[in-house]
């Protein structure tokens, strides 16, 4: 039977426990989903934004063309949220390398796939929509939209 007293052993970690090469390819999963998210947003924006001009185009209804602001909003919001959230994942990534080499991680650092102390989502997100990863993308797909209502429609 074990003692409810006692406390478990902190030991240090290594490079090269299997603790840790568990922990950085959970991370590295989750930072690849993420930046796959981020890739399927654009995507799915542009066959959306795609289809609405085809078929505003085809009923001849140049003025329906602001409806594809909506899903530009929407998935500039979202990419810009995977976005953040990479980045967030990234730190702890790197926290924890910085740590492993310095000597100071130990296996209560493993696992931890909690935000880290002081993230604000609503920061982060508006950081990440300010990024070149995002905003230029989606700023183009609007000019884009303006062209067509104008110029195409």
């Not at 998210?37 to 085809?58: G, M, Q």
Request: proline residues 5%; hydrophobic residues 50%; positive net charge.
């Amino acid at each position: 039977m074990s003692n409810p007293n006692h406390q478990p052993q902190i030991a240090n970690l290594t490079p090269e426990s299997n603790s840790v090469q568990s922990y950085l390819s959970i991370l590295q999963g989750i930072i690849t989903r993420l930046a796959s998210n981020s890739t399927n947003c654009k995507t799915w924006c542009i066959s959306l934004v795609s289809a609405i001009l085809v078929v505003i185009a085809d009923k001849n209804k140049p003025n329906y063309a602001w409806i594809t602001l909506v899903p530009i909003i929407l998935f500039f919001l979202l990419d810009a949220y995977y976005l953040a959230q990479e980045r967030s994942f990234r730190a702890i990534y790197n926290n924890f390398i910085e740590a492993l080499h310095s000597g100071n991680a130990t296996t209560k650092n493993l696992f931890v796939l909690v935000p880290m102390r002081g993230f604000n989502v609503v920061k982060a997100l508006f950081d990440a929509s300010l990024s070149f990863a995002v905003y230029p993308f989606y700023l183009t797909l609007v000019v884009t939209v303006i062209i067509a209502r104008y110029l195409i429609l």
